[in-house]
């Protein structure tokens, strides 16, 4: 009988026996019906039993009476009884929530002994979700009694406590529980810090479960519990108010800034040893982390107790533990949560150094959620200082302690040793030694007498490249801007800063005087007159004769500029594109590698889902920013026709060029014809390049696979019409070529750069680099080595495709010395 199994199975042999046997005894009829139930489900399983579901549904709704009729003492006893009897057999889960709900909320007099009876049973059931819902139904009855009732039941609410963050459950029901449990528990003993609250074996949480052993107070543990109630990205006004009274009441301060330091710099924890860090990784999984999903709650809570309470180094910390929990390649699983956390809090600190080590991270950080949160917390940063987010951006450029030349110079063992820019893209370090050589590698006696101070400048010189590095893709992104300077704020925070100027100091400038003229200026020359405004110098508002002129002088004076810019292309709407009115193919319909494809719109900083085999997969959509955030370009992509490549694809095709302005906090589409000339021509720029590079179209390759779908289009494609960037190379070979030690070989011809050998002459396509020989236009196939160029010939900017025609034109010319019999075959069959 099941009332015989439910007294036996209750008995756990400690002082709430009595009570589950009173209240089993108490219901005997529930218990009786309950086991009717059951009976009567059994004989009900299949189609054929009618009058047994009827009869079950009868069952059912005598239950349902009687529980609402009845009073306290029997509805605490059916509650018990209910709780008791929740079971898996070999029919059903029997679980009773729904009994149980009403008859907590409605009777009264719950005693702590069958509150203790209940919070037990709670903690038995094996599944996360069956014990989470009872528990918040035991906690309704167990808020109904008085402090001494709390008090009895602590043990009981503390083994809760234990179980609900040794479990998985969803996070913000365990986050309801948990303050429900602790305000319990805090209203039974104030200094109690639950079990659990504070991870004992997270190396972060050491400083934390230190004080709390050795120095446990009523404030200690009001703080703890405070941090752990911030379950949002941002802690309200209210919330940041009382964290502050708090830390001050426990003397906390210090104590924050030492586990702010250990979650930033401390060891990991491994999931070998400590388990998988969250629900949906198995332990078997071998990987490190910082902190355990259950504990997100405390860290989060002491990355805004550290930005408020204002330690000298909480800056540097956020910063690194940004990083760490958000960057790649950090040697720990990424955590967005707490990551984003840090670079909020950053946002709120008002130090001048967070605009510093958000901009920083800005350069570090690649995932996509996190650089919308960097792009916020600048604003935020940015109003906190009255500033707009450009200037806060120019402001916050590092400059490393370098000299306004960009050099710093130490002495170590009798050894001059140089930290310096070299270049829009170099940074070195070099050993002078007393005699006055110099070397790029460290003297035994620097390394041996010097390693602290040698790390230090090894690590001086990485800092400097990334920030060379974030700068330069900073101010070329300025050519689409438009944007304008106060003449004395341009020369403090670009000419004269240690790493932009550098830069800055290679590109054309337009400034504005009283008359309202702009005029431009040559790369390190100074403004003629009283400048009054500054703008960067582009090439799509001057006229043909200025453009060519800036070209040539360029060439002549061998200057060569961080990015192109007096040789960059051009872009403005075609006749086409003013039919279409919404959108361009102007690149549309082109065959390219796909993967390539992809991490080419993340080095250019375009935002892209990846195209697959999934729902959603088949509709690309690259986007990325221009004008300072105001104007989005949408450009369409997809898996090319029959391609089965598996789950990612080979190749994919490229489809419409679309723009969108941002409406608040919204993107709105807009005419071709409403985009601003800078914004269109830039964003155009960044496809060109992208179809360019990527097109099969520019595969050497691609004719040793022989007949297949894409054929056709590497035909046409390979040595087609010129795209403007393709142009512009055809415009920079026609300044270079006379300065070549081989011009009297070589001939510009159309599409083609013509190169007459002693075994033939050869035809290189402008746009791809491929090669055809006369007479019959025969292919040669000469595949590029992964080396850079050689440097034979000056370029004033850098691009690979001009420099592997100019590498191919010198291979050529010199045919008779070529030693690869691969090519040798080819020219000889081509002749």
Known sequence: MLYDALVAESRRNDSLDDVRSAALHRVRWLVDLLERQRTELRRSMGNVHRRFRAEGAATRAEIDGRLAACVDEEGRAAVLCLMLAACFDDTRLWQYHTEIGPLISRVRGWTPDEVAVM???????????????????????????????????????????????????????????????????????????????????????????????????????????????????????????????????????????????????????????????????????????????????????????????????????????????????????????????????????????????????????????????????????????????????????????????????????????????????????????????????????????FPDELQELKTLAKKVRGTLSGERARIEALMSAGREWPYDEWCRYYRDHPVTGVLVRGLIWEFQEADGEWRAVAPMAEPPGRAERVRLWHPIRASTDDISTWRERLVAERLRQPFKQAFREIYVLTPAEEETAVYSNRFAAHIVHYRQLYALFKERGWQANFLGRYDGGYDGKARAEFGDGEWRACFHHEPAADDDGGYAPEHAATDQVRFERRDGRRWREVPLAEVPPLVFSEAMRDVDLFVGVTSIAADPDWTDRGEDRYAGYWRTATFGALTASAEVRREALERILPRLKIAGRCTLDGRFLLVRGDLGTYK????????????????????PSRGKGDGTAFLPFEDDRLSLILSKAFLLAADTKITDESILTQIKRGA
Request: aromatic content about 4%; overall charge positive.
């Open 119 to 449: 919070l037990r049973r709670a903690t038995e059931y094996d599944m996360g979700s069956w014990f989470a819902r009872s528990l918040g139904l035991v906690l309704n009855a167990a808020e109904q009694l008085g402090a001494d009732g709390r008090r009895a039941v602590m043990p009981w609410l503390r083994h809760a406590h234990a179980n609900l963050m040794a479990i998985t459950v969803e996070a913000r029901l365990r986050a309801s529980l948990a303050q429900r449990l602790r305000a319990l528990l805090a209203s039974a003993d104030e200094a109690y810090i639950p079990e659990g609250l504070i991870p004992a074996d997270a190396p972060w949480a050491a400083p934390l479960c230190d004080r709390a052993k050795t120095s446990p107070t009523p404030e200690l543990a009001g703080f703890v519990r405070h941090l752990v109630s911030l379950s949002g990205p941002r802690p309200s006004q209210r919330w940041r108010r009382r964290c502050l009274e708090l830390a001050d009441a426990a003397s906390a301060r210090d104590l924050v800034a030492d586990v702010l330091r250990a979650l930033a710099g401390g060891d990991p924890l491994c999931s070998r040893g400590s388990g998988a860090h969250t629900g949906w990784l198995h332990d078997g999984y071998h990987y490190h982390y910082v902190v355990h999903q259950n504990d997100g709650d405390l860290a989060r809570g002491i990355v805004w107790a550290a930005a408020l309470t204002g330690d000298p180094t909480v800056v540097q910390h956020l910063a690194a533990l940004a990083l760490r929990s958000g960057g790649l390649g950090t040697g720990v699983i990424a955590d967005l949560k707490l990551a984003g956390a840090a670079i909020n809090a950053l946002a709120e600190t008002g130090d001048p150094a967070s605009l510093e080590a958000l901009w920083r991270l800005q350069t570090q950080v690649k995932h996509r959620a996190l650089r919308k949160q960097l792009g916020t917390a600048l604003v935020t940063a940015a109003g906190k200082q009255g500033i707009t987010a450009g200037q806060l951006i120019e402001r916050s450029v590092p400059d490393h302690g370098l000299a306004p030349d960009g050099r710093l110079e130490r002495e170590l063992g009798g050894y001059r040793v140089r930290v310096a820019i070299e270049g829009a893209a170099t940074v070195r370090l070099t050993f002078t030694r007393p005699d006055g050589g110099t070397s790029r590698t460290a003297p035994a006696a620097v390394k041996d007498g």
């Open 764 to 783: 290189i396509h402008l746009g791809s680099a491929n090669i055809l020989m006369e007479p019959d236009d025969a292919y040669l196939c000469i595949v």
